[in-house]
């Protein structure tokens, strides 16, 4: 019997023992720079011609891995393995699946560092951001292998029927592809695929093209596990091409993606059509972004609440669907506020966060997001007032690194108040009172996260009727849900409102079928 579920712990980098051992997996990971990776689809490792690099973000130059980029024939052939290896991975036992996740977070606890040291070069995480994301990936391991074994059978939920004896059992859905993001490039692809593995179905990841050997080494780890060929396949590539291909493809049931509202858009429709010998409609499971806001009144504690608008609006340089990238601040406390979050964010470390756990922010992710940033940063100089940052902090390196970045005063229909900028961006926003911070709060096409702090009961009363979000937080930070506490997922243009971490969640990677027996 599997004890209750807890949240993994956090590494307290405070301690000379832990930030050694941290230390040690930077160089264990660094010397394992420069290998070629195939793409495994089933028993089969296909080393490419076509090849793309991943490379640190803090220094564009070090080449991390060289992955091969599949094609759509590639896609093709995934499927068709996939299918195959789904035949008979349906009928294993649920508790049998169960145990792959169990193995697999137990490992990946024992190398958590070297995950976690791994998304430090890739992306850019600090020790920090990195550290919780690896953790975060094995709540999602314990969790849904609880999960699954709780749904799997959910016949003592019926009503008892004199003569017949009645079931619901939970199904799995078939062939399903995962396409996750670069920013949490452990932690959401461990969420995805494993509810999908352990509800029985047979996957294709697909990485982010910036963080593909976060990706690989996740594979991996459920590879070592004795997985069967075929159950989960890697197909790097494009997402246009090779992505797209098992988007389209008829054989493919379901489609788990988290990224922008653009490309989840576009899947939503493409997986809408029906093409010849496709016998279902295709399942969407879609986080797609947010443009979150902070909403400070006058009751509030003002020194939480800018620590709390600093902490979710940079925290790895705002490039989660969760940054609070909004602060709505009602007028009679708008300039304290404003200037304390200021002072605050001076404070943040910037560098490479290989360096050590000081540094707060590390680069964005790549070339083409710092210029979209910088882009927004421009628009921004003629929507508020530029209260810091602006421009690019050079290196010796030619790391891409952005200072985070505050304008004031800004309106609520500017651009940089309705869009996501997905970097270390923050709107300030002047509000009449608490009513006209909460329509400029739900004034966008967005709704995933949102806070409040406010010492008034009847307020926060009011948030939770009218604050329209997925995951709304009282008197703390838009950022940080925890697996099994903070269910998360949005509503409108954020997606599917799927509540990954939350108890339905593998619902959504199955079908219930009901049987009844007369007797």
Not at 171 to 189: D, E, Q, R, S, T
Not at 384 to 389: D, F, K, N, R, V
Request: with cysteine; glycine share 10%.
């Amino acid at each position: 019997m599997l004890p209750p579920f807890r949240t993994e712990p956090f590494t307290d980098f405070s301690k000379p023992e832990n930030e050694a051992a941290f230390r040690a997996a930077l160089e264990k990971v660094k010397a394992e720079m420069g290998r070629s990776f195939p793409l495994v689809i089933g028993d089969r490792r296909l080393l490419l011609d076509q090849t793309f690099t991943s490379i640190n973000p803090s220094r564009p130059s070090e080449v991390l891995g060289i992955f091969s980029k599949g094609d759509v024939s590639h896609a093709d052939m995934a499927v068709a393995t996939a299918l195959e290896a789904f035949k008979t991975w349906q009928y294993t036992s649920v508790a049998d699946r169960a145990r792959y996740l169990l193995r697999a977070a137990t490992e990946l606890r024992r190398r958590k560092h070297e995950f976690s040291a791994t998304m430090v070069l890739e992306v850019g995480k600090s020790w920090v951001e990195a550290d919780a994301d690896t953790a975060e990936a094995i709540d999602f391991m314990e969790y849904y292998a609880r999960q699954a074994m709780r749904v799997a059978d959910s016949s003592h939920l019926l009503v008892p029927n004199p003569g017949e004896q009645v079931g619901l059992y939970y199904i799995p859905l078939g062939v399903g592809i995962v396409i996750p993001p670069w920013n949490f490039p452990l932690a959401i692809p461990t969420g995805m695929l494993t509810a999908a593995l352990v509800a029985g179905n047979a996957v294709i990841l697909k990485p982010a093209q910036p963080s593909p050997w976060v990706a690989w080494k996740l594979c991996e780890l459920f590879w070592n596990q004795g997985l069967p060929p075929g159950v989960l396949n890697f197909v790097s590539g494009p997402g246009s091409s090779t992505g797209a291909q098992m988007v389209a493809h008829p054989k493919t049931r379901f489609i788990a993606f988290t990224g922008s509202r653009d490309v989840g858009l576009n899947i939503f429709e493409q997986a809408s059509k029906v093409p010849p010998g496709q016998i279902w409609l295709k399942r969407t499971i879609l986080e797609m972004g947010g443009k979150d806001a902070v909403v400070v009144d006058e009751t509030a504690d003002l020194e939480a609440a800018a620590q709390g608008i600093v902490a979710g609006a940079f925290g790895f340089q705002g490039q989660k669907c969760s940054a609070g990238s909004r602060a709505i601040i009602v007028g009679d406390v708008y300039d304290q506020v404003a200037n304390r979050v200021v002072d605050l964010t001076r404070k943040l470390q910037i560098g490479a966060p290989d360096i050590g756990p000081h540094i707060d922010m590390g680069p964005v992710v790549n070339l083409d997001s710092m210029q979209k940033i910088m882009g927004y940063i421009e628009v921004g100089t003629q929507e508020g007032e530029l209260l810091l940052g602006g421009s690019p902090v050079e290196t010796a390196e030619g790391g891409y690194f952005l200072p985070p970045t505050i304008f004031g005063d800004v309106t609520s229909n500017a651009r940089i108040a309705q869009e996501e900028i997905f970097g270390p961006v923050l709107a300030l926003m002047r509000a009449r009172d608490y009513d006209d911070a909460l329509d400029i709060a739900n004034g966008t096409e967005y709704g995933l996260t949102g806070a409040v702090y406010s010492h008034d009961r009847a307020r926060l009363e009011q948030a939770r009727r009218e604050f329209h979000v997925g995951n709304l937080y009282l008197n703390r930070k838009c950022t940080g849900a925890l697996v099994g506490i903070h269910p998360f997922g949005g509503f409108n243009m954020s997606g599917t409102d799927s509540k990954t971490g939350g108890p339905d969640y593998l619902l959504l990677y199955t079908q219930a079928k009901s049987v009844a027996e007369r007797l």
